[in-house]
C-alpha cells in the first residue's frame, strides 16, 4: 500500500515524525510526504503562551509539539512512485487524483492545529475525526487530566490522535456512538494577539493562587459513601437515593477511595486505595463491614514499592484474588489471598509493557474480559511516555482463564473517549444487559460517574452507550464522582473533596471544608 501524507512541511512536529515511523514499521506500507505550505496553522503568539507554561510548571519541551526539522521527516519517508493508494490530510486542503480517497483528519469538524487549539481554549474535550467524503472512518473525543493547561492539553491531544490515525489505517479505527458525539461550536481560524496576551496573565494568576492553596489544603481528597441496601441501587434508581450516604471515616492525613467490596462467610469486607497524602502513595488497605457499617478503620492489606489503588478484587475456584492498578510499573499483577483479607501474594503478571489504568475484568460467555485505559498505547518506553491521557483510550483483553495469556483485542483502542473510556467499578450483569460503571472526565478527571449499557463485546468489535451520568450534589457533597459498587447488603461510591491543612508547632493535621 502506498500513502501520502500531507502536512505543512513548515510545521512539522514530533509527533508527526513518531507518527511516520509507525506507520513505517508495517510490512507492505511505503509512506511518501507532501509538505507544501498549508493552512490552519497556529498564530506565532500561541507558541509564547505554550513557553510561559513550560516556565512556570517547569514542564519539558521534548514532547509531541516540539518543532523538528522537515529534513528529519524527508529523511524517513519515501519517494513517491506514482498516485497513492490513500492520502492522509491533516491540513484539511488534500487534492486526490481522480479514484485516490482522502482521509481529513479535524478537530470539532475544522482542519488544523487552530482549530484543535480553539476547542481547548473554549474548554471542550475535542472530537478529533478522519473522514472520508461524508463517511466517519474513525472519531474519538479526545482528553487530558490537565485541562487548564494548555500545552499539556494540547500535547495529550496530538499523542490521542496519533492512536486514533494508527488504529484507523490498521484497518480498525474506534468510532463514537451517534449519541456520543457532541454539537461542534464554531472554531476560529485564529486567534487576537490579546486574548492569549490575557490568558497568559490569567495563567500567572493561577499559579500564584494554586501555590499558596497546596499549602494550605491536601487535594484532592476523596471519600467513601456508603449505605446498607434495602431497595434499588443506583443501576435502578439512576440517581442518588433520598436517604444520602455515609462516609467512611479518615484522618484527614490521608483518604480512601476506589471502595471494592466483596462478601466471604462473615459479611461484607471492603477494599480501598488508602493514600498518604504526606507520602504521596497509595496502598490496598480492607476493612470489615457488620450489619451498622464499618468496623473500625481500614487497615493496609497490601503494599508495594510502588503506588497501589483500584483494587479490584474477585473469588474464583474457591480463592481471593486481585488486580490492583500498578501503572507505574508498566504491568498489570495478579495476586491472591493466602489469609483473607490479608496474606496477599503475587501469582502472576497478566500483561506488561503499558501505562495502564482501573483493570477490571469481566466473565462473559465463557471467556474472560479485561479493561483499562491505556496511556501511550502500550509503549511505555516510548519517546511519548510522559505524555497522554489515562482515561480516554480504552483497550480489551480476552483469554480463557483469568490467570491468562492474554490477547489484546485486534481493534485496540476499542473507544476514545474522555467521557466514557475509563473504568469506574465492576461490570454488573441485569435483566440480560452488562451495565459498565465508567468515569466522566470532561470536565477533569473523575468528575462525573456514568453508567454505560454494553451494546457489543466479542472479539470483532464493542460497543457501549451511556445510559446515566450521576454527579454529586446535595445527597452526596464534592467535586466528582469516581467509583460505583456493591454486594448483596450494602452499596458504595467515591467522591472528591478537600481537607483544610493546620499547623501547630511545626506539624501538619487536617480539618475537612
Same mark, same amino acid.
Given at each position: 500500500?502506498?500513502?501520502?501524507?500531507?502536512?505543512?512541511g513548515?510545521?512539522?512536529?514530533?509527533?508527526?515524525?513518531?507518527?511516520?515511523?509507525?506507520?513505517?514499521?508495517?510490512?507492505?506500507?511505503?509512506?511518501?510526504?507532501?509538505?507544501?505550505?498549508?493552512?490552519?496553522?497556529?498564530?506565532?503568539?500561541?507558541?509564547?503562551?505554550?513557553?510561559?507554561?513550560?516556565?512556570?510548571r517547569?514542564?519539558? $519541551?521534548?514532547?509531541?509539539?516540539? @518543532? &523538528?526539522?522537515?529534513?528529519?521527516?524527508?529523511?524517513?519517508? =519515501?519517494a513517491?512512485?506514482g498516485?497513492? !493508494?490513500?492520502i492522509?490530510?491533516?491540513?484539511?486542503?488534500?487534492?486526490?487524483?481522480?479514484?485516490?480517497?482522502?482521509? @481529513?483528519?479535524a478537530?470539532?469538524?475544522?482542519?488544523?492545529?487552530?482549530?484543535?487549539?480553539?476547542?481547548?481554549?473554549?474548554g471542550?474535550?475535542?472530537?478529533?475525526?478522519?473522514?472520508?467524503?461524508?463517511?466517519?472512518?474513525?472519531?474519538? $473525543?479526545?482528553?487530558?487530566?490537565?485541562r487548564? #493547561?494548555?500545552?499539556?492539553? /494540547?500535547e495529550?491531544?496530538?499523542?490521542?490522535?496519533?492512536?486514533?490515525?494508527?488504529?484507523?489505517?490498521?484497518?480498525?479505527?474506534?468510532?463514537?456512538?451517534? !449519541?456520543?458525539?457532541?454539537v461542534?461550536g464554531?472554531?476560529?481560524?485564529?486567534?487576537?494577539?490579546?486574548?492569549?496576551?490575557a490568558?497568559?496573565?490569567?495563567?500567572?494568576?493561577?499559579?500564584?493562587?494554586?501555590?499558596?492553596?497546596?499549602?494550605?489544603?491536601?487535594?484532592?481528597?476523596?471519600?467513601?459513601?456508603?449505605?446498607?441496601?434495602?431497595?434499588?441501587?443506583?443501576?435502578?434508581?439512576?440517581? +442518588?437515593?433520598?436517604?444520602?450516604?455515609?462516609?467512611?471515616?479518615?484522618?484527614?492525613?490521608?483518604?480512601y477511595?476506589?471502595?471494592?467490596?466483596?462478601t466471604?462467610?462473615?459479611?461484607?469486607?471492603?477494599?480501598?486505595?488508602?493514600?498518604?497524602?504526606?507520602?504521596?502513595?497509595?496502598? #490496598?488497605?480492607? &476493612?470489615? /463491614?457488620?450489619?451498622?457499617?464499618?468496623?473500625?478503620?481500614p487497615?493496609?492489606?497490601?503494599?508495594?514499592?510502588? +503506588?497501589?489503588?483500584?483494587?479490584?478484587?474477585?473469588?474464583?475456584?474457591?480463592?481471593?484474588?486481585?488486580?490492583?492498578?500498578?501503572?507505574?510499573?508498566?504491568?498489570?499483577?495478579?495476586?491472591?489471598?493466602?489469609?483473607?483479607?490479608?496474606?496477599?501474594?503475587?501469582?502472576?503478571?497478566?500483561?506488561?509493557?503499558?501505562?495502564?489504568?482501573?483493570?477490571?475484568?469481566?466473565?462473559?460467555?465463557?471467556?474472560?474480559w479485561?479493561?483499562?485505559?491505556?496511556?501511550?498505547?502500550?509503549?511505555?518506553?516510548?519517546?511519548?511516555?510522559?505524555?497522554?491521557?489515562?482515561?480516554?483510550?480504552? +483497550?480489551?483483553?480476552?483469554?480463557?482463564?483469568?490467570r491468562?495469556?492474554?490477547?489484546? +483485542?485486534?481493534?485496540?483502542?476499542?473507544?476514545?473517549?474522555?467521557?466514557?473510556?475509563? =473504568?469506574?467499578?465492576? #461490570?454488573?450483569?441485569?435483566?440480560?444487559a452488562?451495565?459498565?460503571?465508567?468515569?466522566?472526565?470532561? !470536565?477533569?478527571?473523575?468528575?462525573?460517574?456514568?453508567?454505560? @449499557?454494553?451494546? @457489543?463485546?466479542?472479539?470483532?468489535?464493542?460497543?457501549?452507550?451511556v445510559?446515566? #451520568?450521576?454527579?454529586?450534589?446535595?445527597?452526596?457533597?464534592?467535586?466528582?464522582?469516581?467509583t460505583?459498587?456493591?454486594?448483596?447488603?450494602?452499596? /458504595?461510591?467515591?467522591?472528591?473533596?478537600?481537607? *483544610?491543612?493546620?499547623? *501547630?508547632?511545626?506539624?501538619?493535621?487536617?480539618?475537612?471544608?
Amino acid at each position: 500500500m502506498r500513502l501520502s501524507v500531507r502536512l505543512d512541511g513548515g510545521l512539522c512536529r514530533r509527533w508527526h515524525l513518531r507518527l511516520i515511523e509507525r506507520l513505517l514499521h508495517r510490512p507492505g506500507l511505503s509512506v511518501s510526504l507532501d509538505l507544501s505550505p498549508g493552512p490552519g496553522a497556529l498564530p506565532p503568539n500561541a507558541a509564547l503562551l505554550f513557553e510561559l507554561e513550560a516556565m512556570l510548571r517547569r514542564l519539558p $519541551r521534548t514532547g509531541p509539539a516540539l @518543532r &523538528v526539522e522537515r529534513a528529519d521527516l524527508l529523511a524517513r519517508a =519515501s519517494a513517491a512512485v506514482g498516485a497513492p !493508494d490513500l492520502i492522509l490530510d491533516l491540513c484539511g486542503d488534500a487534492v486526490a487524483p481522480p479514484g485516490v480517497p482522502v482521509w @481529513r483528519l479535524a478537530f470539532d469538524g475544522a482542519s488544523g492545529e487552530a482549530a484543535l487549539l480553539a476547542s481547548l481554549l473554549a474548554g471542550r474535550p475535542p472530537v478529533v475525526s478522519l473522514t472520508e467524503g461524508g463517511r466517519v472512518v474513525a472519531s474519538g $473525543r479526545v482528553g487530558t487530566e490537565a485541562r487548564g #493547561i494548555m500545552l499539556t492539553a /494540547f500535547e495529550d491531544a496530538l499523542v490521542r490522535t496519533t492512536s486514533l490515525i494508527l488504529a484507523a489505517l490498521g484497518g480498525a479505527g474506534p468510532r463514537l456512538a451517534s !449519541d456520543g458525539t457532541p454539537v461542534p461550536g464554531p472554531a476560529p481560524t485564529g486567534f487576537a494577539a490579546a486574548a492569549l496576551a490575557a490568558r497568559a496573565v490569567r495563567t500567572c494568576t493561577r499559579m500564584a493562587g494554586r501555590l499558596l492553596y497546596a499549602l494550605c489544603t491536601w487535594a484532592p481528597h476523596w471519600r467513601v459513601g456508603w449505605r446498607r441496601l434495602e431497595g434499588p441501587d443506583l443501576i435502578d434508581l439512576q440517581a +442518588h437515593p433520598e436517604t444520602g450516604w455515609n462516609t467512611l471515616r479518615d484522618d484527614g492525613r490521608r483518604f480512601y477511595a476506589d471502595p471494592f467490596p466483596i462478601t466471604d462467610a462473615a459479611g461484607t469486607v471492603l477494599f480501598v486505595e488508602d493514600y498518604s497524602h504526606v507520602l504521596q502513595k497509595g496502598v #490496598i488497605s480492607a &476493612v470489615r /463491614f457488620g450489619a451498622d457499617g464499618p468496623l473500625g478503620a481500614p487497615v493496609p492489606v497490601l503494599e508495594a514499592a510502588h +503506588h497501589l489503588s483500584y483494587p479490584f478484587v474477585f473469588a474464583e475456584g474457591g480463592a481471593y484474588w486481585m488486580v490492583p492498578e500498578s501503572g507505574a510499573t508498566g504491568t498489570l499483577d495478579l495476586y491472591r489471598a493466602t489469609a483473607f483479607p490479608g496474606g496477599w501474594v503475587k501469582e502472576a503478571t497478566l500483561i506488561s509493557g503499558l501505562n495502564a489504568s482501573d483493570p477490571t475484568l469481566l466473565r462473559h460467555d465463557g471467556r474472560w474480559w479485561l479493561f483499562a485505559t491505556v496511556r501511550d498505547d502500550g509503549e511505555q518506553d516510548g519517546p511519548f511516555a510522559a505524555w497522554g491521557s489515562y482515561s480516554d483510550s480504552l +483497550h480489551l483483553w480476552s483469554a480463557p482463564d483469568f490467570r491468562g495469556p492474554w490477547t489484546p +483485542h485486534p481493534a485496540n483502542p476499542v473507544l476514545i473517549d474522555i467521557a466514557a473510556a475509563r =473504568s469506574g467499578g465492576r #461490570i454488573v450483569a441485569r435483566d440480560g444487559a452488562l451495565f459498565r460503571p465508567v468515569q466522566d472526565c470532561r !470536565d477533569g478527571y473523575g468528575g462525573a460517574l456514568g453508567l454505560a @449499557r454494553i451494546r @457489543r463485546l466479542d472479539e470483532a468489535g464493542y460497543a457501549q452507550s451511556v445510559e446515566m #451520568i450521576l454527579r454529586s450534589g446535595p445527597r452526596f457533597p464534592g467535586t466528582g464522582l469516581h467509583t460505583l459498587n456493591r454486594t448483596t447488603h450494602f452499596e /458504595f461510591i467515591d467522591g472528591a473533596g478537600r481537607v *483544610r491543612r493546620r499547623f *501547630r508547632s511545626g506539624t501538619a493535621v487536617a480539618s475537612e471544608t
